[in-house]
């Protein structure tokens, strides 16, 4: 075929050439072909096979928390079931049946569990908080306020980190750091709308103020 017929042709009919090309191409290598078929197909099989075990998995992980209570009980979904879904919860609530225990360092650990292996989830910031009272309970002022600050720089958008902020002002006033305390408290304040939080770091604020008056013990 002379050049100027082969770019005459219209473009079905060069779409047309090329299927044949391809074909013949196809034949003249059937067995690469095939191999790459039956490849692809086992792929696609074992990533089903991947994904329905998962699913087992974490169906499995999500009814052994459900049935827990206990510390050892949660425990056991984060042992028996490393990485699902509920390994996160369960180590949020392993902590929270170890205070109610008044197990408070185990509990400090698995709080610090919580928010060094999974940062970026929504119990982190809560976790966090929990760390600062527990150290605040043993009379760690440094821990309760490291926790404190993490908690609330973490996520400020989170519901904790005010009240985190009011535990960050405690551990300052307890620390004898005025200034710092008061700079947690003017965050709340200037931060975070009406509520509880807000009310009681105003109301440290101005006993603060007070305290600072000529003449007042």
């Known amino acids: 075929m002379a050049r100027r017929e082969r770019w005459d042709r219209t473009p079905e009919d060069r779409l047309v050439g090329i299927g044949y090309d391809l074909l013949g191409w196809a034949m003249r290598h059937r067995a690469v072909c095939v191999a790459v078929l039956a490849a692809a197909v086992a792929a696609a099989a074992g990533a089903l096979a991947y994904r ?23 425990k056991a979904v984060v042992d028996d079931y490393p990485g699902s879904t509920v390994e996160p919860l369960a180590i949020f609530y392993r902590g929270r049946a170890l205070v109610d225990e008044k197990k408070f360092r185990e509990a400090g650990e698995a709080f610090a569990r919580l928010a060094a292996e999974y940062p970026g989830h929504y119990l982190a910031a809560p976790a966090r908080n929990f760390a600062g009272m527990i150290c605040e309970q043993l009379g760690d002022w440094e821990g309760a306020a490291r926790n404190y600050r993490a908690a609330a720089e973490g996520d400020p958008r989170s519901f904790v980190a005010p009240r985190a902020l009011l535990g960050l002002g405690s551990c300052y006033e307890e620390m004898k750091r005025p200034a710092d305390s008061k700079t947690a408290y003017e965050k709340i304040v200037s931060s975070y709308g009406a509520g509880g939080a807000k009310k009681e770091a105003e109301s440290r604020l101005a006993r603060a103020a007070a305290a600072q008056q000529p003449g007042t013990q």
């Open 52 to 74: 329905s075990r998962l699913n087992a998995y974490n169906e499995g992980a999500i009814a052994a928390f459900d049935a827990a209570r206990s510390p050892e009980e949660f």
